[in-house]
Structure formats: C-alpha cells, structure tokens
C-alpha cells in the first residue's frame, strides 16, 4: 500500500550497451518493452530475480536485496526478450538475445552454461525482417514453444535428462519450424515487416501467436507434442496491422488481442485495435472491437500491451496512455483512466490492484476490486526513466525496471 524502493541494481550507473538498429548505433540502457522478470522460489525461501537487459546480459538476482547470487550470462548484443524458466523443476533457462541466438542454458554449473541455441538466421528457409528474440518460450511437457523476429514458429523437442554426474542435459531436435506469415498477408501489407515478437499461447493442442503484419494464427501441434510429425493451422485472421502483444486466452477459449496503428491502412481503421476473437467462428470471429487510433508511440497508434484478464472484466492500456476495463462479454467499456504516453508496458492486476507504468517514469496501482466503479488510485512512484517494462508481482514485492538502467525491487517499508 506504500511501497518504497527497497533496492536497485545495479547501485551505481546502469545496464547499458552499444547496439545497432536500422536507426543506426546508439546506447541502450535498463530494460526493455518485453522485459519483464522471472521471479523464482528457491530452496528456504529465497527468491531469485532471473531479467535480461540491454547490458547484453542475462542477470539473476537475491530478491530481497538485489545482490547476484550467480555470475551473469553475456550475450553478443541486446537480451531484450522476457525469458523462461523451466515449469518442471530442470534447473534450464531459455533465453534470447539480438545476436541472431536463442539459448538454452543450465543453471547447475558454477556459471550459466548455454547447451544448445538456434540460430535465427540459420535455421530457416527465409528469414525475413529481424534476428531477435522478444518472446517467452512456453515449455509444454518436452517441448517448447517459440517465436522468433525472422517470422517464423518453433516447435523443439527438448530431451531433458540428467548425466551420470546429476547434471542436468539436453538433446533438442527441431521438429517443426512453421512460418508465422503466408502470401496474402505480404500481399495485404505490401512489406516484409512479419516479425513474431510475442509469446506463444496455447489451449487444448493449439498454439496461437501474431505477427508484425497483423496476421493471427492457431496452429493444432497435438499431434507433434504426442511425438508425432502433423501439424496444421486451424485459425486465421487478420488484424490489418503489427500486433506485437501477446495473445491472451480466456477459460472458454476466446482470444483477446491487442493490435497497434501504423500502417493506417483502411482495415485498422474500420475493424479497431482492441478486439475479442472467437476461433470457432473462423469465417467471422470477431466478438466486438474497440478503435485506439490515437497516436502514442514512434508515431503511431493502437497498443503494444498484452491484455490482462481478472474476473469478469480485461483491461487494456493504448500507447496514448489510455487505460481501458472493459466487459469481457460485452466489450463496453466501464470506465478509462489516463496516463502519459508512451504508454507500452502491460498492465498487471493481482488481488483486486491494477498496476500499469508509463514512459514518463510512472508506475501507477489503482483499487479495482469494485469493478463497475471507476477506480480510486492507491499509489503513484516516479523513476527517472520510462517504465516500459511489465512488472512481476510476487507476496508484497514488485520487480521492474526501467530505460534508465536499473532493475528494482519495491515493497512496503521494512518493518
């Protein structure tokens, strides 16, 4: 209810590294749009921050006090992506980076080991637009799940095991690579901006992810996640432009998607860039759609947000700084709120609290157990660089950091 920064790490100066874009070189600093952190209950109860940085490096942290507790993994360029932990006690990591590789690592060595990667530009038949990894691998059963920025799907079979010596071990195989674009969808956009820079979803066999090009998709893997060879899309859509947010599915199967603005072309404008979709209605799926064309980030509009989903309600924040709940059933809107824009992390709601931050260094909580209410807000922080990072929220601590160059922990005052 009062939080405080608790720590920073680093102390003094910042994450920060050189890297090159179409834009040109410049310096990089903190973390970025997809960068959110893991936080990971260990042995005795310690927590442990595991976050990747424009530093180029993977970074794991006592969550208590913001101290390493194990060496950094450095990579050859920017570790923007958000990256995952195993779900199945492995101690394994998987992670990206923008030097074209995708790495699975152990953590039971005296430093973080990478033990196999894919190559973003090596691994595929046509790679088009970018080499990084933005999204989280989703690891189902032995297999994980993962979009790459060359447009492209991964389905890989990890073979986790251990060796004589009880170190963890890994044997993966590619076993289907699925392109995240097809000919209409270049046709429609008229450019090779196709990039999937959000994390897979996945219900009942089926993958779901989007694309820079604004094409949905739901792929059927049941039969590869049972080590068989088929595979087959069973969902297309198309949202007129770059959906860069991730997928989120409710417990009846619809899909919430949130799409930007930029290509202004006359598909965005007449379907709207917050949207439910039902995929069992393929020929129309659409549930309802909200237009956010106001301009909030690199001169565009719409949101690169993830949709949060809490009881009946989703909520929705637009890179202008509009943060929307709305029915879930209905799409009307109840209410909206405004911060500053950029506004591009993800809003997070636990327990009845909304928290959402802004690129003007706020970082917001708002009372929404009263859903129909227009909420009373419960606390403002400033930081001195865009919050464009999502924060992870565990028992009374907030994770997150910021452009400038630091991760935080926040909490209440210590008693």
Known sequence: MHPVIRWQAPESGGMC?????????????????????????REHGMIEIREGAYDGRYHFLDGRTGRAIRPELVTGDLAKGSATSDPDGYPLYYAGSRDNLFRIIALDRPS??????????????????????????LVIGDYLLEGGENSWFYVVRLNRSYNGQGKVQVDPKIVATIPGFDDQLLSDVGDGEVSIENSVA????????????????????????????????????????????????????????????????????????????DPAHTDDPVVWSIPATEIGFEGAG??????????????FTTAAGRVLEVNRETG?????????????????VVDGVLIQGDCTGALYAWDVSHPKKRPPR???????????????????????????????GLADPPA
């Open 17 to 41: 590294s050189t890297s090159a874009d179409q834009f040109g070189s410049r310096v990089w600093c903190g973390t970025g749009w997809t960068g959110q952190p893991n936080v990971i209950v």
């Open 112 to 137: 973080p080991t990478v033990l196999w990667s894919i190559d973003s530009q090596t691994t595929v038949s046509r790679p088009l637009w970018n080499s990084d990894w933005d999204g989280a691998a």
């Open 202 to 277: 996945f219900r009942d066999g089926v993958a779901y992810f989007a694309n820079s090009g604004g094409l949905v998709q739901g792929w059927d893997i049941s039969d590869l996640l049972d080590d068989g060879t088929k595979y087959h899309r069973v969902f297309r859509f198309w949202t007129g432009d770059d959906t860069d947010g991730s997928i989120v599915i409710d417990d009846e199967g619809a899909l919430y998607v949130a799409s930007e603005y930029q290509r202004f072309n006359a598909r965005g404008q007449q379907l709207g860039q917050l949207m439910k979709l």
């Open 302 to 315: 719409g949101s690169w947000s993830t949709p949060a989903l809490y009881g009946d309600y989703v909520y």
């Open 332 to 348: 009307k809107i109840m209410w909206e709120l405004d911060i500053g824009s950029p506004a591009i992390a993800s809003p997070v």
């Open 378 to 408: 419960l606390w403002r922080l400033q930081f001195p660089g865009c919050v464009e990072s999502t924060p992870a929220v565990w028992h009374g601590w907030l994770y997150v950091g910021t452009r400038a160059g630091q991760l935080y």
